[in-house]
């Protein structure tokens, strides 16, 4: 079964702080992976994703997320949260074309001055 | 680039009445999608369009849901006999041809009273 599981409902960190979201998934096929960040009221927007190659990716907003296969994992960083970070994001999983994503059930980040 | 669009906004209406969402997708991309999102959930698929042709469609669809994409182009989404566990966030997506990177619309936010 298809599924993306991150762990964390709710986490707190002060402004400047390193950051770690957590994402685990389970795909029956090679995984595409993706993180989204939603604003309150918003859409979702994207921050990165990974389809091959290198396993450290690079997104925007100064974000990566490292894939690793044998964790099924793809955790979301960031060296120094600033205080417009705080939003919901999504881990996803799809398949290169067409389809649809499995997205888990999110984490909110509060960000503390 | 305009991005993905969706009308309207905001939808109250009371049990029993039908509903119509429009979005209109990234001009390029072939792919739609329409998915639900409930309070403190990430977003759930509901179904697919490539061009115009409705290709996969959720369970969560039931009856009363009706998509459409007639020229390829915009789509609707219908909500027959509102109830109100309907009640959600409805997001539309586009991704163009080559990859599956999925681009989100602002959504519609459906209240059934």
Same mark, same amino acid.
């Given at each position: 079964?298809?599924? /993306?599981?991150?762990?964390?409902?709710?986490?707190?960190?002060?402004? !400047? %702080?390193? #950051? +770690? #979201?957590?994402?685990?998934?389970? $795909?029956?096929?090679?995984? *595409?992976?993706? @993180? *989204?960040?939603?604003?309150?009221?918003?859409?979702?927007?994207?921050?990165?994703? $990974?389809?091959?190659?290198?396993?450290?990716?690079?997104?925007?907003?100064?974000?990566?997320?490292?894939?690793?296969?044998?964790?099924?994992?793809?955790?979301?960083?960031?060296?120094?949260?600033? @205080?417009?970070?705080?939003?919901?994001?999504? &881990?996803?999983?799809?398949?290169?074309?067409?389809?649809?994503?499995?997205?888990?059930? !999110?984490?909110?980040?509060? /960000?503390?001055? | 680039?305009? !991005? /993905?669009?969706?009308?309207?906004?905001?939808?109250?209406?009371?049990?029993?009445?039908?509903?119509?969402?429009? &979005?209109?997708?990234?001009?390029?991309?072939?792919?739609? *999608? @329409?998915?639900?999102?409930?309070?403190?959930?990430?977003?759930?698929?509901?179904?697919?369009?490539?061009?115009?042709?409705?290709? +996969?469609?959720?369970?969560?669809?039931?009856?009363?849901?009706?998509? +459409?994409?007639?020229? !390829?182009?915009?789509?609707?989404?219908?909500?027959?006999?509102?109830?109100?566990?309907?009640? %959600?966030? *409805?997001? &539309?997506?586009?991704?163009?041809?080559?990859?599956? +990177?999925?681009?989100?619309?602002?959504?519609?936010?459906?209240?059934?009273?």
């Amino acid at each position: 079964a298809q599924s /993306v599981t991150q762990p964390d409902i709710h986490i707190t960190v002060s402004e !400047g %702080a390193s #950051l +770690e #979201l957590r994402c685990n998934y389970s $795909y029956g096929a090679t995984p *595409y992976l993706f @993180w *989204y960040v939603q604003s309150p009221g918003q859409g979702l927007q994207l921050l990165l994703k $990974y389809f091959s190659g290198d396993t450290l990716v690079q997104g925007i907003k100064g974000f990566e997320a490292e894939f690793k296969r044998s964790q099924s994992s793809f955790n979301l960083r960031k060296p120094s949260v600033h @205080w417009s970070d705080a939003a919901e994001y999504f &881990c996803a999983v799809g398949a290169l074309a067409g389809n649809q994503f499995y997205f888990g059930t !999110g984490t909110s980040l509060t /960000v503390i001055p | 680039d305009t !991005g /993905v669009s969706q009308n309207p906004r905001h939808k109250i209406t009371k049990r029993g009445q039908n509903v119509t969402f429009r &979005c209109d997708p990234i001009s390029e991309h072939n792919r739609l *999608y @329409w998915y639900r999102q409930t309070l403190g959930q990430g977003p759930e698929f509901l179904t697919y369009f490539q061009n115009e042709a409705q290709l +996969e469609k959720s369970r969560l669809l039931s009856d009363r849901f009706s998509a +459409e994409r007639p020229k !390829g182009s915009f789509s609707t989404l219908e909500i027959q006999r509102t109830e109100q566990g309907d009640s %959600a966030m *409805y997001l &539309c997506a586009s991704s163009p041809r080559e990859t599956n +990177e999925q681009f989100f619309g602002p959504g519609t936010r459906l209240t059934v009273l």
